[in-house]
């Protein structure tokens, strides 16, 4: 176990700590354009927009919405998400989040 833990400091040691998270918990790009549209009892939905960023540009949106018990984080995880790929291919992507989860609030 000694041996363990003075391996992980001099690895730690040797990498920089700060880039060692970085690596390893990279935050992926976050979206173009955020809005937020208000229903009648108050509630604030969130819009989250890729622009589209290569690909041949498309004549229409793409809007995903998240099933029940999630967000919009289960469709833009990374780069290699639905909505990054999509938004590389021409796409403009619309990400929303219904009442109570991800960025919408009461």
Not at 34 to 49: K, Y
Not at 94 to 99: H, N, T, V
């Amino acid at each position: 176990m000694e041996i363990l833990c003075t391996f992980s400091l001099l690895v730690l040691a040797l990498l920089g700590y700060d880039r060692l998270v970085r690596r390893f918990f990279a935050l992926p790009r976050p979206y173009d354009e955020i809005h937020f549209v208000t229903t009648e009892d108050g509630w604030r939905l969130a819009l989250q927009r890729y622009r589209p960023c290569g690909g041949e540009k498309r004549n229409f949106p793409v809007i995903l919405s998240h099933g029940l018990g999630a967000n919009r984080y289960n469709l833009d995880f990374g780069e290699r998400s639905l909505a990054r790929y999509l938004s590389m291919h021409g796409y403009d992507v619309w990400l929303f989040d219904k009442r109570g989860c991800g960025m919408s609030e009461q």
